[in-house]
């Protein structure tokens, strides 16, 4: 079953222009993570955050997390047509399990 | 550092047949998962190997699908007989330890196409 539900599904924005993805969880995590993938490529992590953080920071990355909501937000400023991609949060719990959702996939356009 | 390397990049079988993928992980990680990602999803955990042991195989269709870590580096996932169902890409990915909050690093997959 899946973990996360990305939304929106798809995206589509101006080169320049921000990106926002959000996405809700089931059940308790103890950190979330997201991964970007291209087109015919593995996943590539990119952030991760504790259930006791509530923001963090990677470059052009913004990262949110609400754990009384089951929520979190990745935010890309600025987006470039590298951008281009599908982007998956997985949510991780107390053992090893990381439980991916189905992505946003995001078309960046020059 | 080397990625995770996977062969074949793509693989053609008629259903019924049998087939095999293989994966090297990062050097030094001592855990390696293989997911399988149908079209329009997320992927989905078959199995965590924590160096030569599974951790986890509940979601691996046991009746077809097998998979070995023998010596605790390079692993074997294999699926005989195929179905139609199985169409997918296959992920290999590796991490340090078996713990949730650490990052994964995947491979590029394997591409199965089923006819």
């Known amino acids: 079953s899946q973990q996360g539900e990305e939304d929106p599904q798809a995206l589509s924005i101006q080169e320049g222009e921000n990106a926002t993805m959000n996405c809700s969880y089931k059940?308790?995590?103890?950190?979330l993570q997201w991964y970007r993938q291209n087109s015919g490529r593995g996943l590539v992590h990119l952030i991760l955050?504790?259930?006791?953080?509530r923001e963090k920071h990677s470059g052009r990355l913004r990262v949110t997390l609400d754990t009384s909501k089951k929520s979190s937000s990745l935010l890309i400023t600025a987006s470039r047509a590298a951008d281009t991609a599908s982007y998956f949060c997985a949510g991780g719990d107390s053992s090893y399990k990381l439980i991916f959702g189905s992505g946003t996939r995001l078309l960046v356009r020059p | 550092e080397a990625g995770v390397a996977q062969s074949p990049r793509y693989k053609i079988i008629e259903k019924r047949q049998s087939v095999a993928f293989w994966c090297n992980p990062i050097?030094?990680?001592?855990?390696l998962y293989w997911y399988q990602q149908i079209l329009g999803q997320g992927p989905k955990l078959l199995i965590q190997f924590q160096n030569n042991g599974v951790v986890d195989d509940s979601q691996l269709p046991k009746d077809r699908f097998s998979a070995e870590r023998l010596k605790g580096v390079d692993s074997t996932l294999k699926i005989q007989p195929a179905k139609l169902e199985d169409s997918a890409v296959y992920l290999c990915?590796?991490?340090?330890?078996?713990?949730?909050?650490?990052?994964?690093?995947f491979g590029d997959g394997t591409r199965l196409s089923i006819l």
């Open positions: 990915a590796s991490s340090l330890e078996g713990v949730s909050n650490q990052p994964q690093h």
């Open positions: 050097s030094g990680h001592a855990t």
């Open positions: 059940t308790s995590i103890n950190n």
């Open positions: 955050i504790r259930s006791n953080e």
